[in-house]
């Protein structure tokens, strides 16, 4: 089969990227090869609650299937200010701030066309943010579009029905088996494809095939930053009337006792859950959360991650976070861990029994009880405990006894390709777009970078 535009990953970099193309160039052919299902065949053991731990499906519906990681997160797309364009990804570094706003801005636009409703748009606080730097905290002003997971899965189906509509042909189930650059052919499972230019958009979830691809094709990768830390839990009453007007408060704290910057992300407010995303066999947490306020779970989640840099020699961040989360599942019997802030600094176990006591009810009812400092470095748990008692001033009970933390969360960020030009190709025709370039990390950015590299091609 031959087209004259083939994706690798059908996440919303690709699906971006397919729409901008079938616009711009309405006779050619696109073709998008996905190693997991179809979007409505998508589907946890774990939500379906016919499994009470993760059975390490062959492909995580989580993170895979066609609408990639988007399919199944909170469905909150940023589109920032000036002050917050590095939110969500390093795409301004490459595209600087105004393209990437407006970009993002074109990107809302053409979600909304595919939206069943209004969805709330939120604003930022300049209040709440002059209240922050009282307490040396923080806060990045940006706006927020926020489907929910029901209403992003939904607007979704329709932007993917319209992109088969218009012949953008879906492949599912597909194993990349080889590319040959110099033929312009990818061998899979599902057959051979010739192409004439090649995205490959993976998702974070496809770096280790993005980075033996690069190694095989001798392009070279520069090592990214790795977040570690904890999801938090708290009663929704807490946050209420900061997440009525902005929805999420993205604060960065640079802690007092090692100097490291700790940030607030990835709110979950209304109907908000804790979820367990399982990314090459390491468990790791994340928060999702319904638009519709008919079944309320009464509490938010966010991360609360701090940003580790390796200097030389070490150049396997990616690894040593990996590591980091293993040890949390190994100590939970292949689970993530939950405790209590207040048991942490006691340094005392959160047992069942303990957290049977709670007053904030745990939303992730498969985390085990138990003591994240025996998984988690000092310096990591010593920065979080720093900066919720610091949101403690601006959020009153962020840092109680009964606030719920969840082990591991571990963001770990593609290597970056050393050489990336300006189109963001990496080789002759061949492109990296989205969360595996190492240049995105949110569906705002994903999306807008398969826009822009649509518009240069
Ligand atoms: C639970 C959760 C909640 C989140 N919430 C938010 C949020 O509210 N707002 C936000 O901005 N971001 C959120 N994120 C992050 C966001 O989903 C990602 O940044 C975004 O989806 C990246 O888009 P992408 O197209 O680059 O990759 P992905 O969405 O990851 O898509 C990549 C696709 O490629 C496929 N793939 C991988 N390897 C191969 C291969 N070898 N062959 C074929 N296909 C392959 C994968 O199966 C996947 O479907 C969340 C993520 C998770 C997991």
Redesign the pocket.
Known sequence: MKFDYVC???????LMFSYRIRQRYPDASVAI????KRLEERSCPLDNRTVSRCIHCK?CA?????????A???????IPTVDSADY?GWLAEYIGAEPLIDLVKQLDGILTGFADKEYPFYSPSFEFKAECLKYDLHLKTAYIRHYGSDGNFRVMSKLVEYLEREGVNIFTE???KDIDLSKKEITSTAGSFEYNKLVI??????TP?FVDFCRLNRIELESNKVDIGVRVEIPSAICKQVSETMYEPKIYYRTKQYGDIVRSF?WNNNDAKV?I?NNDKVLSV???SNSSSNELSGNSNFALLASINFSQPFKQPTEYARYIASLSNMISGNSVLVQRLGDLKLGRRTNEHRLSQSTTIPTLKTAVAGDISLAMPKRILDDIIETLDAMNNVMMGISNYDTLLYSPEIKTYSAKPKFISENFDISEDVYC????SGT?????Q?GAQGLYIADRI
């Open positions: 690798i990953g059908a996440g919303i970099a690709s090869l996905e190693k997991g492909q989580i993170v895979s299937g066609v609408a990639g990681s988007g199944k997160n909170d469905g909150k797309y940023i969500g597909v194993g990349i958009a993976v998702g974070r979830n496809g095939w990835c979820c995303e994340n928060g999702y777009c989205g969360d595996c995105t990390r949110s569906l705002s994903a």
